[in-house]
Nanobody
Framework: QVTLAESGGGLAQPGGSLRLSCLAS????????MGWHRQPPEKEPEFVAL???????NHADSVRGRFVVSRDSAKHTWYLQMESLRPEDTAVYFC?????????????WGQGTQVTVSS
C-alpha cells in the first residue's frame, strides 16, 4: 500500500508561480509512475503531468511549457513547478502514482491541495 501527501498549494496571482510537492510513504519501491491530476470547479479530474521511474516525462497540452514535473527518488518525493499561472489553472491538484501490488497495478491518489489563481 502507498500513501501520498501533497503540499504547496495556495493562492497565486495570474502570471505567478507555485510549487507542489508530493511525499510518498509505504511500499514506495512498488511505484513506477508518478504524476499529477487536477479537478477544476464543477469539472471532472484531468491529467496534468507524469514522470516515470526512468525519468520520462509527459505534460498535458494545457500546461506544457508552463509546468514541469520532476522527482527526487531518494526522498520519495515528486514536484510540480507551475509558472505563468492562469485563472483557468484554478483546481484541486492531486498527486498520483501507479505501483504494482501483489501482481496487480494499482492507482493511488493523494488527498488534494487547492490552487487558486486570482488577482
Amino acid at each position: 500500500q502507498v500513501t501520498l501527501a501533497e503540499s504547496g498549494g495556495g493562492l497565486a496571482q495570474p502570471g505567478g508561480s507555485l510549487r507542489l510537492s508530493c511525499l510518498a510513504s509505504g511500499n514506495t519501491a512498488s511505484i513506477f509512475t508518478m504524476g499529477w491530476h487536477r479537478q477544476p470547479p464543477e469539472k471532472e479530474p484531468e491529467f496534468v503531468a507524469l514522470i516515470t521511474e526512468n525519468g520520462f516525462t509527459n505534460h498535458a497540452d494545457s500546461v506544457r511549457g508552463r509546468f514541469v514535473v520532476s522527482r527526487d527518488s531518494a526522498k520519495h518525493t515528486w514536484y510540480l513547478q507551475m509558472e505563468s499561472l492562469r485563472p483557468e489553472d484554478t483546481a484541486v491538484y492531486f498527486c498520483t502514482a501507479k505501483g504494482v501490488d501483489q501482481g496487480h497495478v494499482k492507482q493511488y491518489w493523494g488527498q488534494g491541495t487547492q490552487v487558486t489563481v486570482s488577482s
